[in-house]
């Protein structure tokens, strides 16, 4: 299948700076030993293939699922945490992931593992994912990469509004706050840094009863959603008590 690179990184909301490290979170290992057995392959990094990326990306995305879990769920037991965190972290749920990036689309493999369905294998799109979550740490730091994968599980929190609210968080919360408070929140942008690859911008959310709630993101409609996101979720626990 063609494989374009601009339109992975539209699809994954992330803009290189080393495109090559994208190129080879998507090759397959089947890829790379078929170009490396044609004498008449030069360009050394054509035959480079995921397998260490995947490796450090597995690392890199445990660590930012448990950091956001721990943030998250102050209350909840470790056991509870790990339970979470298993289940994000599965081969199943990086699969569907991949699947709605398309990344099955664009992934370099070998004509045998193409011939095999190896584009909609399991195991084979979820390493691809750990590998290009693996390729933007080391584009853009740890930093980036915690962005990149909050990004990536924004519908799939443990607990997250979108089980209860059908439409985007903003109008969900603007909702709810009009129905307790008879007011609407406020938003105001406090902070944008970063380089223009991976501009972050802050949003400060102001309830109506005062309180204030930030959100963080690549833009900062998507910093907005961040900030409702965690209201509704604090909204929400107060009326279960």
Not at 181 to 202: I, N, Q, T
Request: charged fraction near 30%; proline fraction near 3%.
């Amino acid at each position: 299948m063609e494989n374009n690179f601009e339109t992975v990184q539209n699809g994954i909301d992330y803009r290189f700076r080393d495109v090559k490290l994208l190129r080879t979170a998507l090759t397959h290992s089947s890829y790379a030993n078929e170009q490396s057995a044609n004498e008449q392959e030069v360009e050394a990094h054509v035959t480079e293939h995921n397998e260490r990326l995947e490796f450090l990306g597995d690392a890199v995305l445990e660590l930012c699922v448990t950091e956001e879990l721990f943030a998250r769920f102050p209350d909840e037991r470790e056991g509870e945490l790990t339970r979470m965190r298993a289940k994000l972290v599965s081969k199943t749920a990086l699969k569907d992931i991949a699947l709605a990036l398309r990344l099955n689309e664009h992934l370099l493999l070998g004509k045998g593992e193409e011939s095999q369905g190896g584009r909609t294998r399991g195991s084979l799109l979820s390493d691809a994912l750990e590998a290009v979550i693996g390729a933007v740490f080391l584009d853009g730091g740890f930093d980036v990469a915690r962005r990149f994968v909050n990004n990536l599980y924004r519908d799939l929190w443990p607990g997250g509004p979108d089980r209860r609210f059908t439409k985007d968080y903003k109008s969900a919360l603007q909702e709810m706050t009009q129905q307790q408070f008879r007011e609407r929140p406020v938003y105001a942008l406090v902070a944008s840094r970063g380089p223009e690859h991976a501009k972050e911008f802050e949003v400060e959310l102001t309830l109506p009863d005062g309180r204030v709630i930030r959100g963080v993101g690549p833009g900062v409609k998507k910093a907005e959603q961040e900030a409702a996101g965690k209201a509704l979720r604090l909204l929400e626990r107060e009326s279960m008590k």
